[in-house]
């Protein structure tokens, strides 16, 4: 029979220790047991839009080489349904004609063409796509038999399969692209005037960030070394401005180069509205001015700032321009040394030699110091002569750009005319679409000045440069060589093409663009200064109404978040940033016809609804009180992007409890949280009973949020544990004491040792 393990000296000690440590943990009073925890919602998904089977087609090359052996093209079948798309045929065919119109490049209507190719295409699954190469050889390409130079549209059909039931509700599917044989004719160049933007990725939704700074003004340099050297028109967003000068000598290094570059810019340049806010939508919400940003105060307190010296106070007071160029030398140098620690091997570019260099030079963050980088923006900021800190009006100014708009293509009207009017805003480029009668790249009607941006090719520049596929890119270079040269094969004048703001903005390589136009030998880019002008007519626009209808909601939406600004430490940071987003969803990017603004919205949406929750208690399943005095922690939760400052106000839901302070002050940093412990008196043994919770305003003068936090009363549970739990203490402790004076009795001398059943 086995033996009972028996217990050691040494383990009757432990127990005794144990059994006094938990009597004490228990008679401590105060223990609060947390039983569930706040839960986070999910979104819910979006319904289907209900997506339809498309076919691209591209060229290998968009011009087409009479040495050529084969002639190379891709077809992509994309079918974005969650239904197969099944087997069929597609077949390439190229006009008898050239093209002498930019109708003729359009899949429609009836034309004499000739068979390139026909190729079998297997079935196509749910929401994948197909790439199907098509060769043509030199022998079946009629272009070698004609010496007739220009662009020849070229077609492809998918026509399904009637093998299989199943596939003969296929649908048939056209599209168009187009080839230049033996470069376009033209008796001179065809003169483009380029209007290149420089905005910011969509993902920066408010001013941006140091960060969101260090990582774009790198890809900007590269635009704007591009625009200068084709004499290209410039936009720029001013949040790069500001958000560069907000910082002062904590803005990255390539940021401040870049600001240094284009104040010293040469080329025809404006600033958009901020965000690249759209006027057009603006005037049709009804605006009587344009919106505008309230501050950057929430930015500046994250700036460093050399105090102004007596020098440059002086300045300020007679011409408001308290960091003049001539006071650089001495106030430049010690920003130069923080922007040298804070930035470190980050910038280094030479402003010194950047500022006397041409201005198509590029200006890179390694071939300076930083010192003299932060020498060059120290010397063009306009200051507070008190604060040292810049005004909103330098903030947002850039003294070499003219006053311009560039609206939404297609969406301007009267109404947006006379904003833009009020503003002194009399310069803009406009679509092709919202201008009649034009017969020159630059138009006049009214006091309105205009550059007239081609419609078509600044939509095919789109697609070459931010289509979701290397087909569809590939598509849109064919189809922008092909515009291009259409123009300068029927002798026009000149032509403006806009490259498209949310395309630069987004991609990763911005440049393959200006390669695409670099390489024909038909186009030269040249200023807008050498363009024709002649009087023309506004064709009236107007935006979607969808489009508007969900940004009277956004709207609604922000003046709701601007109403939680009494919970800040400082109240008018969330206004200027609430209103910076509001700028933002604004933006002229989400126009474009193509572009799905119910996911835009989607967005926005969700981010509203997440700054709307405010400072918010979170609120547990229950709470059990085990003991007649406890500290109930309560949870605040801030999800505004600024430090709070709140006044939690704590009212009991019943007599069964007390409560010896009611209010506490809290400050919760920015997105996080805080605990706040309180004391509560139980008045009886069990029972239900809660915290009504209300978050308030400091000053205790309005309340935000409210709850309520439910409490399980035990005391009864207390006394009864108490009494089990020390009961058992006490055996045990009694138990190892036995056990100690039996095993010292077994060791005298003459006691016989205990059995070993005993």
Do not use: C
């Amino acid at each position: 029979m086995p033996h009972a393990p028996r217990l050691s000296p040494r383990r009757g000690s432990v127990y005794a220790l144990i059994a006094v440590s938990l009597t004490a943990a228990l008679t401590f009073s105060g223990i609060s047991v947390m039983q569930g925890r706040g839960s986070a919602h999910a979104a819910e998904p979006d319904a289907e839009s209900g997506p339809q089977p498309a076919l691209v087609v591209a060229p290998e090359s968009a011009v087409v080489e009479s040495t050529a052996e084969q002639f190379r093209f891709e077809v992509l079948l994309k079918n974005p349904t969650s239904q197969p798309l099944g087997a069929g045929t597609v077949a390439l065919t190229i006009d008898n004609h050239r093209a002498e119109t930019a109708a003729d490049l359009s899949p429609e209507g009836e034309r004499e063409s000739l068979e390139l190719a026909s190729v079998e295409a297997v079935a196509t699954q749910g929401e994948k796509d197909q790439r199907i190469e098509v060769v043509v050889t030199r022998d079946d390409f009629p272009l070698l038999f004609t010496r007739e130079a220009g662009v020849y549209p070229i077609h492809a059909e998918f026509q399904p399969s009637d093998a299989k039931a199943d596939d003969a509700g296929a649908p048939n599917l056209t599209t168009s692209t187009a080839v230049v044989w033996n470069d376009a004719v033209a008796t001179s160049p065809l003169a483009v005037t380029l209007v290149v933007p420089l905005v910011l990725p969509s993902s920066v939704e408010a001013l941006p960030t140091r960060d969101e700074l260090a990582s774009s003004a790198p890809k900007l340099t590269q635009l704007l070394d591009a625009a200068e050297q084709r004499y290209a028109t410039i936009a720029v967003d001013p949040r790069i401005i500001a958000g560069t000068r907000a910082l002062g000598s904590n803005a990255p290094g390539a940021a401040t180069m870049l600001l240094d570059r284009l104040e010293r810019s040469t080329s025809p340049m404006f600033l958009l509205q901020f965000a690249d806010a759209d006027p057009a939508v603006q005037a049709a919400l009804g605006f009587e001015t344009l919106l505008q940003p309230l501050g950057f105060n929430h930015a500046t307190a994250l700036g460093k700032f050399e105090p102004p010296t007596p020098e440059a106070a002086a300045t300020s007071a007679v011409n408001g321009d308290a960091a003049a160029g001539q006071n650089a030398g001495t106030d430049g140098a010690a920003v130069g040394a923080d922007a040298g620690a804070d930035a470190g091997a980050d910038a280094g570019a030479d402003a010194t030699e950047a500022a006397g260099a041409d201005s198509s030079a590029t200006a890179t963050a390694d071939d300076a110091s930083t010192t003299d980088a932060a020498d060059a923006a120290d010397a063009t900021v306009k200051v507070d002569p008190v604060t040292g800190v810049p005004t909103l009006e330098a903030l947002l100014s850039l003294d070499n750009t003219r006053p311009g708009a560039w609206p939404a293509g297609g969406e301007v009207d009267s109404a947006t005319l006379a904003l833009l009017r009020d503003a002194g805003l009399t310069s803009l480029v406009l679509d092709s679409n919202n201008v009649a009668n034009a017969s020159t790249p630059r138009v006049t009607f009214g006091d309105f000045d205009a550059l007239v941006a081609d419609a078509p090719a600044g939509q095919a520049a789109r697609v070459s440069i931010a289509g979701a596929t290397a087909t569809e890119r590939d598509a849109g270079t064919a189809d922008l060589t092909a515009r291009l040269a259409l123009s300068a094969q029927t002798g026009a004048g000149g032509l403006v093409l806009a490259l498209d703001r949310g395309a630069l903005a987004d991609i990763a390589d911005p440049l393959r663009i200006f390669d695409t136009i670099d390489s024909l030998p038909w186009v030269q880019t040249v200023s807008e200064r050498l363009q024709s002008s002649a009087p023309a007519e506004l064709r009236a626009g107007a935006s979607t109404e969808q489009r508007r209808e969900l940004l009277r909601a956004t709207i609604a939406r922000s003046a709701q978040i601007d109403e939680l600004a009494p919970l800040l430490v400082e109240p008018s940071y969330l206004t200027e940033y609430q209103r910076e987003r509001l700028l933002a969803a604004l933006a002229t990017r989400y126009a474009e016809p193509d572009v799905d603004y119910l996911a835009i919205d989607e967005q926005t949406k969700a981010r509203d609804s997440e700054l709307l929750r405010g400072v918010s208690p979170l609120v547990s399943e229950n709470t059990q009180l085990v003991g007649s005095l406890s500290n109930v922690p309560i949870t605040l939760s801030n999800a505004l992007p600024f430090e709070a400052v709140v006044n939690l106000h704590v009212t009991p839901t019943s007599a069964a409890i007390s409560l010896g302070e009611r209010d506490f002050e809290v400050r919760i940093p920015a997105v996080g949280s805080r605990n706040v412990l309180v004391p509560v008196q139980s008045r009886v043994s069990s029972g239900e009973a809660g915290l009504q919770l209300e978050v308030q305003n400091a000053s205790k003068e309005f309340a935000f949020a409210s709850a309520l936090h439910p409490l399980t009363l035990r005391t009864a549970i207390e006394t009864a544990l108490i009494w089990v739990l020390g009961s058992a203490a006490a055996l045990l402790l009694g138990f190892g004491v036995w056990r100690s004076v039996r095993r010292r009795r077994t060791k005298r001398p003459g006691h016989p040792d205990p059995s070993p059943g005993e």
